[in-house]
C-alpha cells in the first residue's frame, strides 16, 4: 500500500506541475441546485456535486472571512485597508485602486458586491492574513468548517485557477450560512448601487432588481465558468437560495435562476407539505480543514495514532493513486481534479506551487509593467526610454502600446513587458525605488 501511496503521491504531483498549463477540454459547465434557506429541502437539483469553476462567487467567502473579522472586533466598517503594488495590479473588474492608498472595510464591501472589484478581493485578503495566498487556505479551511466538503480555494477573487473548484451544492452552502451566521451584514447582497469617487456602479445582479422577493446574492463569470449566479429570494415566509453555474450568457442564465425559482415556489405553494418531506437531504459532511504546508513544500503525512490512522491514511493515498493515474492518462475534467484536491487534502498532501507556479514548464510572461499613458507617443517613448536608463536596463524589452480612451482620443502606454508575475513587482518595486510611478498588468479575462 505503501507504494500504491507514493506512486499516486507522484503521479498527483505531476498533474499539479502541468495543471496550469494544460489545455484539456473542460466537462459540461452547468450545474444548478435550489434549497430552502431555513428547512435545507432541496427543491431543484441538477448536477449540484459536480465540480465548477465558481468565478467571482469566491467574492461570497471573502466577504464571510471579512464579518467574522468585524464580529471578533479585530475590524470595523470604518477601518482603512491598505492597497499594496500587487492588490493594485489585478486585472479587471476592478475600483482602479492605487498603490499605497487605503480603503474603508465598508466601501470596500460594497466593492465587492456590486462592482466585484478583483482588486478590492486582493486587498482584503492580504489586510487579514497577510497575503492572497495564505488567506485562501483560512478560505479553503471555512469551507470545510461549514460543510463544503468539494470547494477549494486558490485566490481571494475568483479570477482564472484550474485548482479553484467548488460545487452548486458548496455554493449554496455558503449563501446559506453568510444568511445565517452573518444576519447583520446580510442586507449589503441586496445593494444595487455604490458610488465611489464620483462614479455610480449598479449591481451585475438583475434579479436583484427585477426578481419579485429577490434579496442578494452574487454573480461571476470568466470564460472557463460561464456565467454564474447565486440568488436568495423571499416569498410568504419562504426563503429560499438558487444557484445556477456555467450559463451560456447573463440572460439566459438570469432566465433560468427564474424558471428554477418559481417552480419551487410554486411547488412550495401547490403543497405545503413538501417542505420535510421527501425532498429532505444532509448536508455535506464536515472534513478535516487542509494543513497549512510550509512555503514551497510539498509533504505526505505519516499518522502516529496507531494501526488505524495508517489505515485511514493508506486508504487516502489509494484514492490519490487511482485519480493520479487518471490525470496522467488524459482526464483533467473538474471532477476528476477536484476529488483530486480533496484526496491531496485528506492525505495531508500540498499542492502550493512554487512562487512563479512554473515547475518544469514554462514560465507565464503575459505580464508587464506600464509607466505612463500618454497623448503623445514620442512622449511616451522618451519617458520609457529615461526609465530604462535611470535603472540601467537598457535590455529590457519594452514597447509603446497605442490604443484609445473612452472618448476615442488616441492614447499610447509605455510598458515594460514579457515579464513573470513576480519578476513584474519586483521590476515594478525598482522604479518606485527611484521615485518612478509604475504598476504591474496582465490580459486576463474576469
Known amino acids: 500500500m505503501r507504494a500504491a501511496v507514493k506512486s499516486g503521491v507522484f503521479a498527483a504531483l505531476v498533474f499539479l506541475s502541468a495543471l496550469m498549463s494544460t489545455g484539456a477540454h473542460a466537462n459540461s459547465k452547468y450545474a444548478a441546485y435550489v434549497v430552502h434557506a431555513h428547512s435545507g429541502d432541496v427543491l431543484f437539483d441538477r448536477y449540484s456535486n459536480a465540480y465548477r469553476y465558481p468565478a467571482s462567487l469566491t467574492k461570497m467567502m471573502t466577504l464571510y472571512l471579512l464579518f467574522d473579522e468585524i464580529d471578533a472586533g479585530r475590524l470595523s466598517l470604518s477601518s482603512k485597508l491598505k492597497v499594496s503594488t500587487r492588490a493594485a495590479g489585478q486585472p479587471p473588474s476592478k475600483l482602479g485602486l492605487a498603490p499605497g492608498s487605503k480603503i474603508d472595510v465598508e466601501t470596500a464591501i460594497k466593492a465587492l458586491v ?69 444576519p447583520s451584514y446580510w442586507p449589503y447582497f441586496g445593494t444595487k448601487t455604490f458610488a465611489w469617487k464620483g462614479r455610480t456602479y449598479r449591481t451585475h445582479n438583475a434579479l436583484v432588481r427585477s426578481y419579485p422577493g429577490a434579496d442578494g446574492l452574487k454573480t461571476g463569470y470568466t470564460r472557463r465558468s460561464g456565467y454564474n449566479l447565486a440568488t436568495t429570494a423571499k416569498r410568504n415566509g419562504h426563503h429560499l437560495i438558487g444557484v445556477v453555474l456555467g450559463g451560456r450568457s447573463s440572460r439566459t442564465r438570469d ?45 505526505l503525512a505519516t499518522s502516529t495514532s496507531g494501526a488505524r490512522g495508517d489505515t485511514a491514511n493508506s486508504a487516502a493515498g489509494a484514492k490519490v493513486a487511482s485519480l493520479g493515474q487518471r490525470t496522467l492518462a488524459g482526464d483533467t475534467s473538474p471532477d476528476v481534479i477536484g476529488a483530486l484536491l480533496v484526496q491531496l487534502d485528506e492525505a495531508g498532501v500540498s499542492d502550493k506551487p512554487d512562487p512563479q507556479g512554473e515547475g518544469d514548464r514554462e514560465p507565464d510572461l503575459s505580464w508587464a509593467v506600464q509607466i505612463g499613458a500618454y497623448a503623445d507617443k514620442e512622449r511616451a517613448q522618451t519617458e520609457l526610454e529615461e526609465a530604462a536608463s535611470a535603472i540601467s536596463m537598457a535590455e529590457r524589452k519594452r514597447v509603446v502600446q497605442s490604443g484609445v480612451t473612452d472618448k ?25 525605488a527611484r521615485d518612478l510611478g509604475c504598476f504591474p498588468v496582465q490580459n486576463t479575462a474576469r
Open 114 to 182: 456590486v462592482k466585484s472589484a478583483n482588486d478590492v478581493a486582493s486587498v482584503v485578503a492580504e489586510n487579514i492574513a497577510g497575503s492572497e495566498w495564505r488567506f485562501a487556505q483560512r478560505m479553503t479551511k471555512k469551507a470545510r468548517a461549514l460543510g463544503m466538503r468539494r470547494t477549494t480555494f486558490r485566490n481571494a477573487s475568483g479570477l482564472p485557477d484550474k485548482r479553484q473548484l467548488t460545487t452548486a451544492r458548496d455554493m449554496a452552502t455558503l449563501g446559506r450560512a453568510l444568511m445565517n451566521n452573518h
Open 408 to 432: 476615442g482620443a488616441p492614447i499610447y502606454r509605455s510598458r515594460f513587458t514579457d515579464m513573470t508575475e513576480s519578476e513584474a513587482y519586483e521590476f515594478c518595486a525598482l522604479l518606485e
Open 255 to 299: 432566465a433560468h435562476m427564474r424558471m428554477i425559482l418559481d417552480n419551487a415556489f410554486g411547488e412550495i405553494r401547490r403543497k405545503p407539505t413538501i417542505i420535510a418531506s421527501l425532498y429532505r437531504r444532509e448536508l455535506s459532511p464536515r472534513v478535516k480543514p487542509i494543513t497549512a504546508p510550509l512555503p514551497g513544500t510539498i509533504t
